[in-house]
């Protein structure tokens, strides 16, 4: 037991250094050391030489090239290959191949820097470190690291060149730029340690590179020789300090960079890749670093001119490097190498100790038990909507801010501002702006000439400006053109707007900037990419705070670390379902239960709108406005809300007015009409009135009074142009008489009391419509659009929506075949509501799904949205409440409620606290604020036909709606 015990000490004597384990070393110690010894042991003097090649492949290469790698293998048993270019299942089958024909299982490695996408077509790019490098929160940065490390473990990928701690102090540095964490040596550190450690707990080895930094060059090592001539105090302080934190940590590896570094190596002109001084002393020594060490590519101009083929790869080995990476020759190499053993200038334990940690390596890898890479789902496991999630995440946490005079963002006071933008760059823009267009009225505006965009832009007082550059690759060409910079100056000194400038580039791009003395604000998204460009819409308008950290001096004004953090303004941003608890999976039953819905007839179309947590995670529209239609239904259609008008229009208004003391529950209809003291209503008060507890009737057919004997519309009070007197437009060529609006009021003064129990009734709506506007001498449309559509961004919303917007855009709601004679579309279906000019206090507003989302939301907000508050939180509440439950009435103040004992309008799964309401032509909305989540359903089930009731009878709302609680999953 003793001998045991000091066997014991003296292995982690060796795998041990000052008291920093190894970081080759696994948790088995004993077991991994005695595979390494045997496997060692048992490989001639050929084949441990082989162990040291590491030789580049592509999946695309042909089979010449193929086969003359598998000779490398069987012939001179190399110890692992890099793979390039290709693809994810082509890298697959060849691994597999490869380790077939390989007596000691290869070390397959790749350039993944961020994610396999830096080689592979059809595989993910996570955000480049620039970006990562913006992000205060290095948890991020380490899922990023542990994601990508499984992406290259699925593969079969052993290790990762990865990550780049350059220090990027020079902008012009033509390789590393966006592959730098930024030019903070503390921030990259940081960042690099996160990186490394979450891609080692996925299994894969890290490599710290472009040792000892490449990052203040403004030359490329692929192309020639660049000399860093830095003191070594500069060194130690800057480009090795990422280095010392790493190796601290259980850095993997080291790649040793081609750099002519004069401080560190007295032979003029010679590669940091060949020097014993910078490698043996430096790093192994004085940094004590006793993990693999890589060369950079061997057939790099940095060092392949430096000596003939084979020369080159023995100087390396000799200066302390384990692994040749990408030898031009290996047979050359490989017999300058045996010759040097055979002289003793390599002697057995120089060799012993590079093949010994090499195979340690594999073993920490899981070599020594060597799988076939599975091909089965190998697509679908690298391109997860958990990447798209975690992509998401760490660009929320990126993009920064760093002008924001006159708190222009997060943009408020949406209802005073036009806005305009205007695209700068060579890459796709299209999201960017359809993101801003779901917070307002965003219009592109081109001009050819300077003068011309001017012009145009004279209307408008607010631009954004975006710079959008291909997102392709790092190294792709980021900077402003010429033509650019001066109109960016020539728009920024026109005072009579205010500018943002959003850069979907590497922040460098400022540089050229001359002044930003009049660019009111400026944020940058870093990467072009869809979600950066959807997210940075989603800060300028408040739905994100801005966290960023800019990691890199990008221009006087701007230096690094810069930051204006922006709060939220509590705006429905846009996400993915998981990021707020629901399962995707589960939540796409939705769509077959819409498709459902369709394929029997319920409606031609529907839009459904999800969102918890303050973000919509479910924006989509089925089917087709009509059964005939060729067109398909889009988020962006507008339907008519039929009596969700009730709790979107009037209500609001009822409820401001409560605020300003203008209306109480208590007041009676006398009150509020005194035309009304001597009827039966006179002392129905507004609490039981929008209760549904009023006593009152459920809806008056106001429009067949006014037929005549053919059942048409009668002379007597439409017109089929407007007139003096007929103003009222109903439908197309149809204008009831203005004075017709007294007579339903007349009518419903007329009303006898029901008897006294729960009755759904549109009665209360004339009735707060006619005092609300009578109080504010107002019409509702006009009131409500500057209350609440207008500041809240609900630009798809209003009555009357033909005077906006295009036919096309509306959905049609009816054939009308008893009272229009016409199909309905554009005017709202309600009788009532249409014969007071389409804007009535139980129907007639029309919206989209996202719209309606806004809103309730809002009401889920306690009254607060886009930095705004609307309503008071104790009149939220105060209407929210059933005030009749224990008579059976379920309803609060205007808002439908659920069951207390089950059933209802909403399904089993909704808190009490929940409300909403339903609509006619087939529409739906509710929240729950115990779940924080708004559900919208918009169709025209009453198209062809207000017959047809098999969307009511088949409670499909309220089946989605259980379907969607049934996908929360926390």
Same mark, same amino acid.
């Given at each position: 037991?003793?001998?045991?015990?000091?066997?014991?000490?003296?292995?982690?004597?060796?795998?041990?250094?000052?008291?920093?384990?190894?970081?080759? #070393?696994?948790?088995?110690?004993?077991?991994?050391?005695?595979?390494?010894?045997?496997?060692?042991?048992?490989?001639?003097?050929?084949?441990?030489?082989?162990?040291?090649?590491?030789?580049?492949?592509?999946?695309?290469?042909?089979?010449?090239?193929?086969?003359?790698?598998?000779? =490398?293998?069987?012939?001179?048993?190399?110890?692992?290959?890099?793979?390039?270019?290709?693809?994810?299942?082509?890298?697959?089958?060849?691994?597999?191949?490869?380790?077939?024909?390989?007596?000691?299982?290869?070390?397959?490695?790749?350039?993944?820097?961020?994610?396999?996408?830096?080689?592979?077509?059809?595989?993910?790019?996570?955000?480049?470190?620039?970006?990562?490098?913006?992000?205060?929160?290095?948890?991020?940065?380490?899922?990023?690291?542990?994601?990508?490390?499984?992406?290259?473990?699925?593969?079969?990928?052993?290790?990762?060149?990865?990550?780049?701690?350059?220090?990027?102090?020079?902008?012009?540095?033509?390789?590393?730029?966006?592959?730098?964490?930024?030019?903070?040596?503390?921030?990259?550190?940081?960042?690099?340690?996160?990186?490394?450690?979450?891609?080692?707990?996925?299994?894969?080895?890290?490599?710290?590179?472009?040792?000892?930094?490449?990052?203040?060059?403004?030359?490329?090592?692929?192309?020639?020789?660049? #000399?860093?001539?830095?003191?070594?105090?500069?060194?130690?302080?800057?480009?090795?300090?990422?280095?010392?934190?790493?190796?601290?940590?259980? =850095?993997?590896?080291?790649?040793?960079?081609?750099?002519?570094?004069?401080?560190?190596?007295?032979?003029?002109?010679?590669?940091?890749?060949?020097?014993?001084?910078?490698?043996?002393?430096?790093?192994?020594?004085?940094?004590?670093?006793?993990?693999?060490?890589?060369?950079?590519?061997?057939?790099? *101009?940095?060092?392949?001119?430096?000596?003939?083929?084979?020369?080159?790869?023995?100087?390396?080995?000799?200066?302390?490097?384990?692994? =040749?990476?990408?030898?031009?020759?290996?047979?050359?190499? *490989?017999?300058?190498?045996?010759?040097?053993?055979?002289?003793?200038?390599?002697?057995?334990?120089?060799?012993?100790?590079?093949?010994?940690?090499?195979?340690?390596?594999?073993?920490?890898?899981?070599?020594?038990?060597?799988?076939? &890479?599975?091909?089965?789902?190998?697509?679908?496991?690298?391109?997860?909507?958990?990447?798209?999630?975690?992509?998401?995440?760490?660009?929320?946490?990126?993009?920064?801010?760093?002008?924001?005079?006159?708190?222009?963002?997060?943009?408020?006071?949406?209802?005073?501002?036009?806005?305009?933008?205007?695209?700068?760059?060579?890459?796709?823009?299209?999201?960017?702006?359809?993101?801003?267009?779901?917070?307002?009225?965003?219009?592109?505006?081109?001009?050819?000439?300077?003068?011309?965009?001017?012009?145009?832009?004279?209307?408008?007082?607010?631009?954004?400006?975006?710079?959008?550059?291909?997102?392709?690759?790092?190294?792709?060409?980021?900077?402003?053109?010429?033509?650019?910079?001066?109109?960016?100056?020539? &728009?920024?000194?026109?005072?009579?707007?205010?500018?943002?400038?959003?850069?979907?580039?590497?922040?460098?791009?400022?540089?050229?900037?001359?002044?930003?003395?009049?660019?009111?604000?400026?944020?940058?998204?870093?990467?072009?990419?869809?979600?950066?460009?959807?997210?940075?819409?989603?800060?300028?308008?408040?739905?994100?705070?801005?966290?960023?950290?800019?990691?890199?001096?990008?221009?006087?004004?701007?230096?690094?670390?810069?930051?204006?953090?922006?709060?939220?303004?509590?705006?429905?941003?846009?996400?993915?379902?998981?990021?707020?608890?629901?399962?995707?999976?589960?939540?796409?039953?939705?769509?077959?239960?819409?498709?459902?819905?369709?394929?029997?007839?319920?409606?031609?179309?529907?839009?459904?709108?999800?969102?918890?947590?303050?973000?919509?995670?479910?924006?989509?529209?089925?089917?087709?406005?009509?059964?005939?239609?060729?067109?398909?239904?889009?988020?962006?259609?507008?339907?008519?809300?039929?009596?969700?008008?009730?709790?979107?229009?009037?209500?609001?208004?009822?409820?401001?007015?409560?605020?300003?003391? *203008?209306?109480?529950?208590?007041?009676?209809?006398?009150?509020?009409?005194?035309?009304?003291?001597?009827?039966?209503?006179?002392?129905?008060?507004?609490?039981?009135?929008?209760?549904?507890?009023?006593?009152?009737?459920?809806?008056?057919?106001?429009?067949?009074? $006014?037929?005549?004997?053919?059942?048409?519309?009668?002379?007597?009070?439409?017109?089929?142009?407007?007139?003096?007197?007929?103003?009222?437009?109903?439908?197309?060529?149809?204008?009831?008489?203005?004075?017709?609006?007294?007579?339903?009021?007349?009518?419903?003064?007329?009303?006898?009391?029901?008897?006294?129990?729960?009755?759904?009734?549109?009665?209360?709506?004339?009735?707060? *419509?006619?005092?609300?506007?009578?109080?504010?001498?107002?019409?509702?449309?006009?009131?409500?659009?500057?209350?609440?559509?207008?500041?809240?961004?609900? $630009?798809?919303?209003?009555?009357?929506?033909?005077?906006?917007?295009?036919?096309?855009?509306?959905?049609?709601?009816?054939?009308?075949?008893?009272?229009?004679?016409?199909?309905?579309?554009?005017?709202?279906?309600?009788?009532?509501?249409?014969?007071?000019?389409?804007?009535?206090?139980?129907?007639?507003?029309?919206?989209?799904?996202?719209?309606?989302?806004?809103?309730?939301?809002?009401?889920?907000?306690?009254?607060?949205?886009?930095?705004?508050?609307?309503?008071?939180?104790?009149?939220?509440?105060?209407?929210?409440?059933?005030?009749?439950?224990?008579?059976? #009435?379920?309803?609060?103040?205007?808002?439908?409620?659920?069951?207390?004992?089950?059933?209802?309008?909403?399904?089993?799964?909704?808190?009490?606290?929940?409300?909403?309401?339903?609509?006619?032509?087939?529409?739906? $909305?509710?929240?729950?604020?115990?779940?924080?989540?708004?559900?919208?359903?918009?169709?025209?089930?009453?198209?062809?036909?207000?017959?047809?009731?098999?969307?009511?009878?088949?409670?499909?709302?309220?089946?989605?709606?259980?379907?969607?609680?049934?996908?929360?999953?926390?």
């Amino acid at each position: 037991m003793r001998i045991n015990y000091l066997v014991l000490l003296f292995i982690i004597s060796i795998y041990t250094v000052q008291g920093q384990i190894n970081p080759l #070393v696994t948790k088995d110690t004993l077991v991994q050391r005695n595979w390494v010894e045997t496997t060692y042991s048992q490989m001639s003097l050929d084949e441990r030489l082989g162990q040291l090649f590491m030789v580049m492949v592509t999946s695309d290469q042909d089979k010449a090239s193929t086969e003359k790698t598998k000779s =490398l293998i069987k012939d001179h048993h190399i110890g692992g290959v890099i793979f390039s270019t290709g693809g994810p299942v082509r890298q697959a089958k060849l691994t597999n191949d490869f380790q077939r024909n390989s007596k000691v299982p290869l070390m397959i490695g790749m350039d993944a820097e961020w994610g396999l996408a830096m080689r592979l077509d059809s595989t993910y790019a996570f955000p480049w470190n620039m970006t990562l490098g913006a992000i205060k929160d290095n948890a991020i940065v380490e899922k990023v690291g542990n994601r990508i490390g499984k992406h290259a473990k699925r593969l079969g990928v052993h290790i990762n060149f990865a990550p780049d701690i350059d220090i990027n102090i020079n902008p012009q540095n033509p390789i590393i730029g966006n592959r730098s964490f930024g030019e903070d040596r503390e921030n990259v550190a940081q960042k690099g340690i996160a990186y490394m450690k979450g891609m080692e707990n996925a299994g894969v080895l890290s490599s710290g590179k472009h040792f000892p930094g490449h990052g203040d060059t403004a030359v490329d090592s692929h192309k020639a020789l660049p #000399v860093i001539d830095f003191t070594r105090e500069r060194l130690d302080s800057i480009e090795l300090y990422p280095y010392r934190k790493l190796i601290k940590e259980g =850095l993997s590896s080291v790649m040793v960079a081609h750099l002519s570094v004069p401080s560190l190596e007295i032979k003029e002109g010679y590669p940091s890749s060949l020097s014993e001084q910078i490698i043996g002393d430096v790093l192994q020594e004085q940094l004590n670093f006793k993990g693999l060490v890589f060369t950079d590519a061997l057939n790099m *101009k940095g060092v392949s001119n430096f000596a003939k083929e084979g020369e080159v790869e023995l100087s390396a080995f000799l200066a302390g490097n384990d692994i =040749l990476l990408m030898p031009l020759d290996v047979a050359k190499a *490989k017999s300058k190498l045996l010759e040097a053993y055979n002289k003793g200038r390599i002697t057995e334990n120089r060799l012993a100790t590079s093949v010994k940690k090499i195979l340690m390596a594999k073993y920490k890898v899981g070599l020594n038990d060597y799988k076939p &890479i599975d091909t089965n789902n190998l697509y679908e496991d690298l391109n997860s909507l958990d990447d798209d999630v975690l992509y998401e995440e760490a660009i929320e946490n990126a993009i920064t801010v760093v002008k924001n005079d006159f708190s222009l963002m997060a943009i408020k006071k949406l209802e005073n501002k036009k806005i305009a933008y205007v695209k700068f760059g060579d890459a796709d823009s299209d999201l960017f702006l359809k993101e801003l267009n779901k917070y307002a009225t965003v219009t592109q505006i081109n001009g050819k000439d300077i003068t011309t965009l001017k012009q145009k832009l004279s209307d408008y007082n607010l631009v954004i400006i975006g710079l959008h550059k291909s997102n392709e690759s790092p190294w792709k060409a980021y900077k402003f053109t010429k033509n650019e910079l001066s109109w960016l100056g020539e &728009i920024a000194r026109e005072r009579t707007s205010n500018l943002i400038l959003a850069v979907f580039a590497k922040p460098y791009a400022l540089l050229d900037v001359t002044s930003f003395e009049s660019i009111d604000a400026v944020i940058v998204g870093y990467q072009n990419s869809e979600i950066a460009q959807e997210k940075t819409a989603q800060v300028i308008f408040g739905a994100l705070p801005a966290k960023g950290v800019l990691p890199v001096t990008s221009h006087p004004d701007f230096p690094v670390n810069t930051t204006i953090p922006l709060e939220s303004l509590m705006r429905l941003g846009y996400s993915f379902p998981e990021r707020v608890g629901i399962s995707s999976s589960k939540l796409a039953r939705v769509d077959q239960m819409v498709k459902n819905g369709i394929d029997s007839l319920m409606f031609p179309g529907a839009q459904i709108v999800v969102a918890r947590k303050g973000k919509v995670i479910y924006n989509k529209g089925f089917g087709k406005p009509t059964y005939d239609s060729d067109e398909k239904i889009t988020p962006d259609h507008i339907y008519d809300l039929a009596s969700i008008t009730k709790i979107l229009a009037t209500l609001p208004m009822v409820m401001k007015m409560e605020e300003e003391g *203008k209306i109480a529950l208590d007041n009676t209809f006398e009150e509020l009409i005194p035309a009304y003291s001597n009827s039966d209503l006179k002392n129905v008060t507004v609490l039981k009135a929008l209760s549904h507890y009023g006593r009152l009737p459920a809806w008056i057919a106001f429009y067949i009074d $006014t037929l005549d004997d053919k059942r048409k519309p009668s002379s007597e009070f439409y017109r089929q142009q407007p007139t003096s007197g007929y103003s009222f437009k109903v439908a197309d060529q149809l204008y009831i008489k203005d004075v017709y609006k007294d007579s339903i009021y007349n009518r419903i003064g007329r009303q006898h009391l029901k008897s006294n129990r729960y009755r759904y009734s549109d009665i209360a709506y004339y009735v707060m *419509k006619k005092y609300i506007e009578d109080t504010y001498k107002e019409r509702l449309d006009g009131l409500a659009e500057e209350f609440l559509y207008k500041p809240i961004g609900a $630009t798809r919303t209003g009555f009357n929506p033909l005077d906006r917007f295009l036919k096309g855009d509306i959905v049609p709601s009816e054939e009308d075949n008893y009272y229009r004679y016409q199909t309905v579309q554009g005017y709202v279906h309600d009788m009532g509501a249409a014969m007071q000019g389409g804007v009535g206090g139980h129907a007639g507003l029309f919206s989209n799904a996202n719209d309606v989302a806004k809103i309730m939301q809002m009401y889920l907000q306690n009254g607060f949205y886009g930095g705004q508050q609307f309503l008071e939180a104790r009149t939220i509440k105060k209407f929210n409440t059933c005030y009749f439950c224990d008579r059976n #009435v379920r309803r609060g103040i205007g808002f439908d409620k659920p069951e207390p004992h089950g059933g209802g309008p909403a399904c089993s799964l909704v808190s009490r606290k929940s409300f909403g309401h339903s609509g006619f032509t087939g529409t739906y $909305t509710w929240a729950d604020p115990e779940k924080d989540l708004v559900y919208v359903f918009l169709s025209n089930r009453t198209y062809p036909s207000a017959s047809n009731t098999l969307l009511v009878k088949s409670g499909l709302r309220t089946r989605i709606q259980k379907a969607i609680y049934e996908a929360i999953i926390n």
